[in-house]
T-cell receptor
């Protein structure tokens, strides 16, 4: 058990480019969540997977955002046509029940 | 809508003294509450939790108190240690919400020697 792994740790991209982040969960954790954290705020819920099924999406997740979890293993979060407002820390968390293990996050900077 | 609020953005406490962090919530459907600790450049780590059927939970130096009528919870750290310097997030969950957490904005704790 090496914890929740997120890659890359940092990403700088130009406005309008597409970016993709990856999350590798703890192997026996069937629940996977994506959160976004901006400066001075707590994490905000984006989406939730139970195994491979995406069961809930926040209204924060605009049409430019898409998340997948093929075969209920790793997950990817893609942002298309990035905007400066997308700059944030993107956190992945996994769990078997209540209470998560978070990854270290991917810090996205859109310039 | 900010359903979980931490109204103190920062707290400074002397080493060895008690740290008290406060959290208020507005949604009476929340039935599970958690505290997370976050160091810079790391993800939040779970600290302690409490179910709404209890009013107190203790784990070593950390105790969480829940006052359901006031929709208020607090985290007590005693004695405070320099390694406790971090941002602390309060979070709340509903049992029918797939484990989704609503977080407060966090309180930065600085423990001084």
């Amino acid at each position: 058990d090496t914890g929740v792994s997120q890659n890359p740790r940092h990403k700088i991209t130009k406005r309008g480019q597409n970016v993709t982040f990856r999350c590798d969960p703890i192997s026996e954790h069937n629940r996977l969540y994506w959160y976004r954290q901006t400066l001075g705020q707590g994490p905000e819920f984006l989406t939730y997977f139970q195994n491979e099924a995406q069961l809930e999406k926040s209204r924060l997740l605009s049409d430019r955002f898409s998340a997948e979890r093929p075969k209920g293993s790793f997950s990817t979060l893609e942002i298309q046509r990035t905007e400066q407002g997308d700059s944030a820390m993107y956190l992945c968390a996994t769990s078997k029940s209540i209470g998560y293990t978070f990854g270290s996050g991917t810090r996205l900077t859109v310039v | 809508d900010q359903q979980v609020k931490q109204n103190s953005p920062s707290l400074s406490v002397q080493e060895g003294r008690i740290s008290i962090l406060n959290c208020d919530y507005t949604n009476s459907m929340f039935d599970y509450f958690l505290w997370y600790k976050k160091y810079p450049a790391e993800g939040p780590t779970f600290l302690i939790s409490i179910s709404s059927i209890k009013d107190k939970n203790e784990d070593g130096r950390f105790t969480v108190f829940l006052n359901k009528s006031a929709k208020h919870l607090s985290l007590h750290i005693v004695p405070s240690q320099p390694g406790d310097s971090a941002v602390y997030f309060c979070a709340a969950s509903r049992s029918d919400s797939w484990g989704k957490l609503q977080f407060g904005a966090g309180t930065q704790v600085v423990v001084t020697p």
